[in-house]
Nanobody, 119 residues
Framework: QVQLVESGGGLVQPGGSLRLSCAAS????????MGWYRQAPGKQRDLVATIITGVSTNYADSVKGRFTISRDNAKNMVYLQMNRLKPEDTAVYYCNAYRIRGRSVNDYWGQGTQVTVSS
């Protein structure tokens, strides 16, 4: 079992920056693929970025070059640095932990943190 708690959301002007944090507790953190997803009102939840143990990362095209995902396995933390924010980045951002081991699939979500980009 993994518990995820996001923090760092808020209101920011276009062009500004925010850093989201996700604190994980429970199972072996380093064995999970960690990710950030977002969901805008009336839309589906979409991938923002993922990071596998080490430095392998993946980003949605819409955030490439602006967002950076990182993890600290020693602290059980995942971060999303968001720069040059745009109004279309407004959404609830969710932290995700995902792992497949044999026939077992583990998929955990945090409660989400609101990011609003507006002047």
């Amino acid at each position: 079992q993994v518990q995820l708690v996001e923090s760092g959301g808020g209101l920011v002007q276009p062009g500004g920056s925010l850093r989201l944090s996700c604190a994980a507790s429970g199972s072996i953190f380093s064995s999970y693929v960690m990710g950030w997803y977002r969901q805008a009102p009336g839309k589906q939840r979409d991938l923002v970025a993922t990071i596998i143990t080490g430095v392998s990362t993946n980003y949605a095209d819409s955030v490439k070059g602006r967002f950076t995902i990182s993890r600290d396995n020693a602290k059980n933390m995942v971060y999303l640095q968001m720069n040059r924010l745009k109004p279309e980045d407004t959404a609830v951002y969710y932290c995700n932990a995902y792992r497949i081991r044999g026939r077992s699939v583990n998929d955990y979500w945090g409660q989400g943190t609101q990011v609003t980009v507006s002047s």
